[in-house]
């Protein structure tokens, strides 16, 4: 009876081990385009570095069902095999769903699925419409095909048959008990990756310089879980690099310990009306006045020239919630926390709006989807806009999937610009350039290869630019108004498709308008800063104020010190003049390091002391 059972798991074991190879397979040939970077002998190797995620998860998945195998050492009755099969089926479907859905979000992604997608699952109305039919068919067809190998797999392999079991109920008992603990043991062993003191992590699987390998080598079920227990935790202290109190607040207040003052005031008047456009994931790596790409945006570009564009700025995060309460506050993103969706925090730090109120301006903020996504909305609403504007207030008309089309974004948006009281804060949340593309200017195929629909995206909305500019120049408030053009976050592109480097974060900020002095037209500004500077450089120009923004610093200043702090996915990125480097506390390893080994060590325990500074004023919100 025990040989049976010691089959059975091992057929357990090979069973998933083939169905995660076949996963990869599948991810492979839907993903071929990726890999032509990669040699053939690179890509196998994907397979080897695999095993260890593969075994471990495989442990996993085998405990439930070698409880219900070894309660078969007591009892040949039917319901323990059929619970068995319910287990196992159950597992099976869980495992071909998170990588049904890896598959499908991995090209808007770039990276495997983890607990983001709770954020979207929150909206399902959202997903659904986000999503192409083209997604909903892989996505179905996927699960479908994965499910039907794996049921069939499970209906050859394991045809449980009654035993022979002792008569004794003694016996039969020490047999279950010695068994389970036997082979559920095993099982809890191959899971922690054996005796070693450090436990399996998915460092295990990595092995290539490309992101791309590593993604096809770790474990999707493995990782998702994990990433589940980062997601499911009230705190993140456990992962944050650590450090002295005393000595993190003493780097942090150096950091910020600048002379204030300045006379680099480049704009005419200090109370003009502001137009921020909030632009939906472009990328200063598909833009022609800050990349080598060029072609998708010669309107923004032409604005560029005119205006004070600055180069070096990174987004906060990769999300459009982090990145609007980001520019909006100043607040630094946080690795695995949106402050929008909590309330009770957000309501605790400040939003530009609220300042300029003083001075009394009015506001609004305007959107062509759903602002419930992320609780923008709610946060908006908490922070004092006069009035938030979603495509619940919108005109019924043709609209995309996700939400309207830029061109009448900007249609909506020049009539609450025409009747807004002077002076205003009017903000816009463009969209067309996020997936899944589905707007009118779709045949426009300028650009092929890596990320080519969203570069075709761009022109499109890059039109829509240009002609709302032009629409703007014939209002009468126009030449009293500031305009600032900045994005939400980055996005893949031509030149970085992965999330895992640095560059993939720049976006870009300009200020244009009549209001700009004619020595600062046609002016770059290169200081490393991010979107958490905004308010303070803004609020400066304006002769206010910008104590309620500790976090967020002038970047007009000569004195100001370069840095941007920004967080990926499961972790967390440091920029200065001499480098940057990338950090997945998850996996507990530098993704990204171009420091000098010299000064390497001082440069990133400035980047720890911020990162543990800002989470502990968080934590007091």
């Not at 707007?439 to 570069?455: L, N, Q, V, W």
């Not at 010299?598 to 543990?612: C, V």
Request: net charge positive; aromatic share 16%; proline share 5%.
């Amino acid at each position: 009876m025990f040989k049976k059972l010691t089959i059975h798991f091992l057929k357990l074991l090979i069973f998933w081990i083939l169905l995660f190879d076949f996963q990869r397979i599948n991810f492979s040939l839907f993903h071929w385009r990726k890999f032509q970077s990669s040699t053939f002998f690179e890509w196998l190797q994907s397979f080897v570095f695999s095993i260890r995620l593969d075994l471990g998860m495989a442990g996993a998945l085998c405990i439930l069902p070698i409880l219900f195998l070894s309660l078969k050492l007591i009892s040949n009755k039917r319901w323990i095999s059929r619970t068995f099969y319910a287990i196992f089926v159950f597992e099976i479907s869980i495992v071909c769903l998170i990588h049904s859905g890896e598959i499908n979000v991995y090209d808007e992604w770039n990276h495997k699925l983890t607990s983001r997608v709770f954020k979207h699952l929150a909206n399902p109305d959202e997903v659904f419409r986000t999503a192409a039919w083209s997604n909903t068919f892989w996505y179905v067809f996927f699960f479908a095909l994965e499910f039907f190998v794996a049921w069939k797999g499970m209906r050859w392999l394991f045809k449980l048959e009654p035993i022979k079991i002792p008569k004794h109920w003694a016996i039969r008992t020490l047999a279950f008990l010695g068994s389970f603990i036997l082979f559920g043991g095993t099982s809890f062993v191959l899971l922690r990756g054996g005796f070693q003191q450090i436990p399996l992590n998915i460092n295990t699987a990595i092995y290539s310089n490309n992101p791309l390998n590593n993604d096809l080598s770790i474990n999707s079920t493995y990782n998702f879980a994990k990433s589940y227990l980062l997601y499911n935790r009230s705190d993140i202290d456990i992962f944050l690099p650590k450090m002295d109190t005393v000595v993190s607040k003493q780097l942090v207040k150096k950091l910020y310990d600048y002379p204030k003052q300045h006379t680099n005031y480049f704009l005419t008047r200090q109370q003009p009306n502001i137009v921020f456009v909030v632009l939906e994931g472009w990328s200063a790596n598909a833009m022609g006045c800050l990349s080598e790409t060029k072609g998708a945006t010669p309107n923004f570009d032409k604005l560029a020239s005119e205006g004070l564009l600055f180069t070096n700025i990174l987004a906060a995060s990769g999300t459009s919630e982090i990145g609007n309460s980001t520019i909006f506050s100043g607040f630094p993103a946080i690795p695995e926390v949106s402050i929008t969706m909590q309330p009770e925090k957000h309501r605790k730090i400040r939003s530009i709006n609220q300042d300029l109120k003083e001075r009394g301006y009015s506001s609004s903020y305007l959107f062509g989807g759903d602002l419930k996504y992320g609780n923008i909305g709610g946060y908006l609403m908490d922070h004092g806009f006069n009035k938030v504007i979603d495509e619940n207030n919108l005109p019924d008309i043709p609209r995309g999937k996700l939400n309207y089309y830029d061109p009448d974004v900007y249609r909506f948006f020049l009539h609450e610009i025409k009747q807004a009281k002077q002076p205003f804060l009017q903000c816009v949340f463009t969209g067309s350039s996020h997936s899944p593309y589905d707007h009118p200017g779709r045949s426009i195929h300028k650009f092929d290869g890596p990320e080519a629909d969203y570069m075709n995206a761009l022109i499109y909305c890059d039109k829509a630019i240009g002609k709302f500019i032009q629409s703007c120049k014939k209002l009468p408030s126009y030449k009293n108004t500031l305009f600032v053009f900045v994005a939400d976050h980055g996005h893949g592109t031509p030149a970085y498709e992965s999330t895992q480097v640095s560059p993939y974060f720049k976006i870009p900020l300009l200020f244009w308008g009549e209001v700009i002095k004619p020595e600062y037209k046609h002016k770059k500004i290169n200081t490393i800063g991010s979107q958490t500077d905004i308010a303070t450089t803004l609020l400066y120009q304006l002769g206010m104020n910008s104590k309620n923004y500790p976090w967020s610093k002038d970047l007009m200043n000569p004195n100001v010190p370069e840095f941007a702090l920004y967080s990926i996915n499961r972790g967390y990125g440091w920029m200065t003049p001499k480098g940057s480097m990338l950090f997945q506390m998850q996996s507990n390893i530098y993704i990204e390091d171009i420091f000098d080994p010299k000064i390497r060590k001082e440069e990133i325990k400035k980047g720890n002391a911020l990162l543990n500074e800002v989470y502990r004023y968080y934590k007091k919100l």
